[in-house]
């Protein structure tokens, strides 16, 4: 293999789970070097998501643990396994929590960004690969979402890492490994927002504020956003919102306050929260005969539930993973849209910490007091 570490096992720095519901520990984890196939990735920054909250305090799978949390980070190359020619040391990339490894029968599909090599084809439950790289006190770490950003270093196959521009800025096109394509390309590719619509966006946190950056791109004549937190509106202004409504300042349903100020729906609604009652609302609240409701958040924990007249009479519900986006043909596309101006990714960051302050960057996720806070790992 090439780079200087091949064949050595580094010992550094992660922010482990150890079990659901509590903080996270950072320890000394071993880091195995790549094998046939694999990088080593040297972490330089990763955003905390709300999936990574997700699976520590509501999915709580018992397989799920220990793990190293994050997956949506960004670094450089340390070193290749055999096999490896798209990669080299040195290389800027992005790990995927969605790989394309461009020969099953998903990757050659157009309509679909889905991967039977994927941690998620088997997996949704514990959210994580049976096999990992790292290892703490004698005992295997899963690695969450098949990547693990909350630690100094990672190990992943080429299937599901994006090489991207080499003067790319880590701490911003983190982003882009999760949260930002996820809420964008429900707007672009899944919902497929046609200019001069009327769009309602259900959750502002990061997804919903690039779903309400993708409405805007493609020209939506109305964006109508919707959070029970007020203080979320001036930001939601600053990617394109027209419109605010807070559900909880109505006593009529939300449904039905969009039908009266859309004249009967909206033609387009994404769902950014993961919660199974906004998914109803959501749908109801799209105009008969042509309206679509995508679903972006992510939960698996319970059923949800629609009267058939809503799709018989001619609306439309699907659903979106990672924005519909062929993972690594894309994501060097978004950080180049970035680079250009074409998308906005500073305007998410509202905080900058470090891996020693997780447990901070959590809580003030818990809370709504923030909308994407990037923690810096390594310098580069």
């Known amino acids: 293999g090439s780079g200087v570490g091949c064949c050595i096992v580094i010992k550094c720095h992660?922010?482990?789970?150890?079990?659901?519901?509590?903080?996270?520990?950072?320890?000394?984890?071993?880091?195995?070097?790549?094998?046939?196939?694999?990088?080593?990735?040297?972490?330089?920054?990763?955003?905390?998501?709300?999936?990574?909250?997700?699976?520590?305090?509501?999915?709580?799978?018992?397989?799920?643990?220990?793990?190293?949390?994050?997956?949506?980070?960004?670094?450089?190359?340390?070193?290749?396994?055999?096999?490896?020619?798209?990669?080299?040391?040195?290389?800027?990339?992005?790990?995927?929590?969605?790989?394309?490894?461009?020969e099953c029968r998903f990757c050659r599909c157009p309509k679909t960004n889905l991967c039977e090599r994927s941690w998620s084809s088997e997996r949704y439950a514990s959210m994580s690969d049976a096999e990992s790289h790292f290892t703490c006190r004698g005992q295997a770490i899963l690695q969450f979402m098949g990547t693990s950003t909350f630690s100094e270093y990672t190990v992943m196959n080429q299937v599901a890492v994006a090489k991207i521009h080499e003067d790319a800025r880590l701490d911003r096109v983190c982003l882009l490994g999760c949260g930002i394509p996820t809420g964008y390309g429900a707007a672009i590719n899944t919902a497929q927002v046609t200019p001069g619509s009327v769009c309602a966006v259900f959750g502002l946190g990061a997804v919903g504020l690039a779903a309400v950056m993708g409405c805007k791109n493609a020209?939506?004549?109305?964006?109508?956003?919707?959070?029970?937190?007020?203080?979320?509106?001036?930001?939601?202004?600053?990617?394109?919102?027209?419109?605010?409504?807070?559900?909880?300042?109505?006593?009529?349903?939300?449904?039905?306050?969009?039908?009266?100020?859309?004249?009967?729906?909206?033609?387009?609604?994404?769902?950014?929260?993961g919660n199974v009652a906004v998914m109803r609302s959501a749908l109801e609240s799209c105009v008969k005969g042509w309206g679509v409701s995508v679903l972006v958040g992510w939960t698996d924990m319970e059923d949800f539930s629609a009267r058939p007249i809503q799709l018989i009479s001619g609306k439309t519900w699907k659903g979106s993973l990672f924005g519909g986006y062929k993972s690594k043909d894309f994501v060097p596309v978004?950080?180049?849209?970035?680079?250009?101006?074409?998308?906005?990714?500073?305007?998410?960051?509202?905080?900058?910490?470090?891996?020693?302050?997780?447990?901070?960057?959590?809580?003030l996720m818990k809370t709504g007091g923030c909308i994407r806070t990037v923690l810096n790992i390594s310098t580069e």
């Open 334 to 363: 978004l950080v180049h849209d970035y680079m250009s101006g074409k998308i906005k990714l500073d305007e998410f960051v509202t905080h900058s910490m470090t891996l020693e302050q997780v447990n901070d960057a959590i809580e």
């Open 219 to 273: 020209g939506a004549s109305r964006i109508i956003a919707v959070d029970i937190n007020e203080k979320k509106f001036e930001k939601a202004k600053v990617f394109g919102a027209t419109e605010f409504v807070n559900p909880s300042a109505h006593s009529k349903p939300i449904s039905q306050v969009l039908h009266e100020l859309t004249n009967g729906g909206v033609d387009f609604s994404l769902e950014c929260v």
């Open 14 to 102: 992660a922010a482990v789970a150890w079990k659901p519901n509590a903080p996270l520990v950072i320890e000394e984890i071993e880091v195995t070097p790549p094998q046939k196939n694999e990088l080593r990735i040297k972490v330089i920054a990763t955003g905390v998501c709300h999936t990574d909250l997700y699976h520590l305090f509501e999915g709580k799978h018992k397989d799920g643990f220990p793990a190293v949390l994050g997956h949506e980070g960004a670094g450089i190359v340390e070193s290749v396994g055999p096999g490896v020619t798209e990669f080299k040391p040195g290389d800027k990339v992005v790990p995927l929590f969605i790989s394309q490894c461009g």
